[in-house]
């Protein structure tokens, strides 16, 4: 049984860093796409960033140059180091693995279907 479970959310000031991580229980196919969405108040859940087992990261525009994708495939850990963050990017941060027979959310060309339990991210000005 897979379960990903997300750490690394708090509160920051705008300008600030923070880093999540997700831990991978029970997923070890190496040949599927990771990622993270997320969902702010009032919003639908939206993409911000996949990475697939070539090591090639995706980002949506709203995060370029400021998000950053990783994972440590011994660790079967993925990584979003996020800085400069901004008000906007207050939400429900949620991690993702692609489940490519049954998954039901399609994003960057991967089909996600596993989904951790989310961690809160606020960013005040």
Do not use: H
């Not at 997320?38 to 960033?49: D, S």
């Not at 979003?80 to 207050?90: A, F, G, I, R, V």
């Not at 996600?112 to 809160?120: N, S």
């Amino acid at each position: 049984q897979v379960q990903l479970v997300e750490s690394g959310g708090g509160s920051v000031r705008a300008g600030g860093s923070l880093r999540l991580s997700c831990a991978a229980y029970g997923y070890t196919d190496r040949s599927n796409c990771m990622g993270w969405f997320r969902q702010g108040p009032g919003k639908e859940r939206e993409g911000v960033a996949t990475i697939d087992s070539d090591g090639l990261a995706r980002y949506a525009d709203s995060v370029k140059g400021r998000f950053t994708i990783s994972q440590d495939n011994a660790k079967n850990t993925l990584y979003l180091q996020m800085n400069s963050l901004k008000p906007e990017d207050t939400a429900i941060y949620y991690c993702a693995a692609e489940d490519p027979l049954y998954g039901g959310t399609w994003y960057s060309s991967c089909r996600f279907g596993y989904w951790g339990q989310g961690t809160q991210v606020t960013v005040s000005s």
